[in-house]
């Protein structure tokens, strides 16, 4: 589906959704990335960064970019759904304690018609 198609369709929350993606795990991100990790890499070379904190910060951006990837790998390990495997049979009503009068299907008082066909 390319991105023409996208804005035709209407659907304007997922070529939003797309264009955040390309503008994370494209050349922008990456290059804000590649930046924080220099900095990173400075800063645990002075010394003012404990080597725990630049390591958690690699580890973010492994993640980061590796998204799309561990997404995938976990949706296909899931078994693939194809419907209800177990049908529940249907209950049968409760009856009501309390009957209801039972009266003919309808009552038109003004209804010329509806006394007797024969005499």
């Known amino acids: 589906m390319n991105d023409a198609s996208i804005y035709a369709d209407g659907h ?3 070529a939003a959704a797309l264009w955040i993606q390309g503008l994370i795990l494209g050349q922008v991100g990456t290059s804000i990335a590649v930046l924080a ?6 800063n645990m070379l ?4 404990s080597a ?3 390591v958690r910060s690699l580890l973010g951006c492994f993640i980061l970019f590796g998204a799309p990837a561990i997404a995938h ?3 296909g390990t899931l078994p693939r759904s ?10 049968p009503p409760v009856p009501s304690l309390h ?3 039972q009266s003919s299907p309808s009552i038109n008082p ?7 066909s024969a005499p």
């Open 12 to 14: 304007s929350l997922e």
């Open 37 to 42: 990790i220099a900095i990173i890499g400075l």
């Open 46 to 49: 002075r010394g003012t960064l």
């Open 52 to 54: 725990r904190d630049g």
């Open 73 to 75: 790998g976990v949706m």
């Open 82 to 91: 194809t419907g209800p495997e177990v049908i529940v049979p249907l209950q």
């Open 99 to 101: 009957k209801e009068k």
């Open 110 to 116: 003004f209804d010329p018609y509806a006394g007797q």
